[in-house]
T-cell receptor, first 111, second 114 residues
Framework: DQQVKQNSPSLSVQEGRISILNCDYT??????FLWYKKYPAEGPTFLIS?????DKNEDGRFTVFLNKSAKHLSLHIVPSQPGDSAVYFC??????????FGTGTSLTVIP | NAGVTQTPKFQVLKTGQSMTLQCAQD?????MYWYRQDPGMGLRLIYY???????DKGEVPNGYNVSRLNKREFSLRLESAAPSQTSVYFC?????????????FGDGTRLSIL
């Protein structure tokens, strides 16, 4: 039973435009939400996070939005660059020490 | 700055063979994790260790055992490998339970079981 879903396996965006990646979760008790970026043959690297007390967190070109009532998380990348091409995973955590990951969205930024 | 180091990077086993995947972190983190990544499945937690001396099962623990050897090292053992355990295995660490801190991942071990 999947706790976290990323319904878009892939996304293509033109360089300079906005990339929007989406993530839905099932349990309202989750209170920490993260995005990771993964290049081939490497491990995931942390990108940005947000706690449940906020609805937006920004770091340079990356912004994460949290809609707790809809149990929905999104990552906006503006402007998108070719180096952003990677697989993006969302992850969620509650009061315990476990993290649950989505299945990933492969982003391709076209020059 | 090594971070999380996994060995080996690649391994091919025959069904029934045993194998230990090694993981070490140099960030003085308390918590360590083992995940597997399969196509279309994302990362699934096998086992984790909240702190030195403790281990707990994750989502998919069957067929695996773990040892938290010390604060730095967390190993994953396949006692009798099966083709269904062909996967990419990632080790991760984070400062500790209850902190809003992300996990740091190693670069993975690609394991094929014939």
């Amino acid at each position: 039973d999947q706790q976290v879903k990323q319904n878009s396996p892939s996304l293509s965006v033109q360089e300079g435009r906005i990339s929007i990646l989406n993530c839905d979760y099932t349990n309202s008790m989750f209170d920490y939400f993260l995005w990771y970026k993964k290049y081939p043959a490497e491990g995931p690297t942390f990108l940005i996070s947000i706690s449940s007390i906020k609805d937006k967190n920004e770091d340079g070109r990356f912004t994460v939005f949290l809609n707790k009532s809809a149990k929905h998380l999104s990552l906006h990348i503006v402007p998108s660059q070719p180096g952003d091409s990677a697989v993006y995973f969302c992850a969620v955590s509650g009061t315990g020490n476990q993290f649950y990951f989505g299945t990933g969205t492969s982003l391709t930024v076209i020059p | 700055n090594a971070g999380v180091t996994q060995t080996p990077k690649f391994q091919v086993l025959k069904t029934g063979q045993s194998m230990t995947l090694q993981c070490a972190q140099d960030m003085n983190h308390n918590s360590m994790y083992w995940y597997r990544q399969d196509p279309g499945m994302g990362l699934r937690l096998i086992y984790y260790s909240a702190s030195e001396g403790t281990t707990d099962k994750g989502e998919v623990p069957n067929g695996y055992n773990v040892s938290r050897l010390n604060k730095r090292e967390f190993s994953l053992r396949l006692e009798s490998a099966a083709p269904s355990q062909t996967s990419v295995y990632f080790c991760a660490s984070r400062p500790g339970q209850g902190t809003l801190q992300p996990q740091h991942f190693g670069d993975g071990t690609r394991l094929s079981i014939l």
